[in-house]
C-alpha cells in the first residue's frame, strides 16, 4: 500500500524560507506523478505545483517566483522549496501522488480529484 509522509513544516518569519520533504512508500514512486496542495482555515484545498517522473514541473501562476518543486527517485522523495514566504502561505501542506503517472506541461492544473493517495499533512505557520 502506498503512504506518503510529509515533514519540515514549522513556523517561520516573513521573508523565511521552509522546505518540506515528502517519502513515498510502498510502491514504484519514480513513476508517479507528484504534487503539493494546501489548505488554510475555512478555505478549499489548494493546488501548488506538480512534477512527474521526468521533472517536468508546473506551478500555480501565484507561486511559481517563490516555490520550487523537486523529487529524488533514488530516496522516494518529494521536496517543495518556499522562498520569501509570507503570512497567506499559512496553511497545511499536503503531498500527493497520482499512480496512473502522466505527463506535467507547463499549462498543467490539476484539482484533488486527479490524485489518489495523500499524506497526512504538514503545517505552516508565517507570523512575525
Known amino acids: 500500500q502506498v503512504q506518503l509522509v510529509e515533514s519540515g513544516g514549522g513556523s517561520v518569519e516573513p521573508g523565511g524560507s521552509l522546505t518540506l520533504s515528502c517519502v513515498v512508500s510502498?510502491?514504484?514512486?519514480?513513476?508517479?506523478?507528484m504534487g503539493w496542495f494546501r489548505q488554510a482555515p475555512n478555505k478549499e484545498r489548494e493546488w501548488v505545483a506538480a512534477i512527474d517522473k521526468d521533472s517536468a514541473t508546473s506551478y500555480a501562476d501565484s507561486l511559481k517566483a517563490r516555490f520550487s518543486i523537486s523529487r529524488d527517485n533514488a530516496k522516494n522523495t518529494l521536496y517543495l522549496q518556499m522562498d520569501d514566504l509570507k503570512p497567506e502561505d499559512s496553511a497545511i501542506y499536503y503531498c500527493a501522488a497520482d499512480l496512473r503517472g502522466g505527463h506535467v506541461w507547463i499549462g498543467y492544473r490539476p484539482s484533488p480529484g486527479d490524485f489518489g493517495y495523500w499524506g497526512q499533512g504538514t503545517q505552516v505557520t508565517v507570523s512575525s
Open positions: 510502498g510502491g514504484t514512486s519514480g513513476n508517479y506523478l
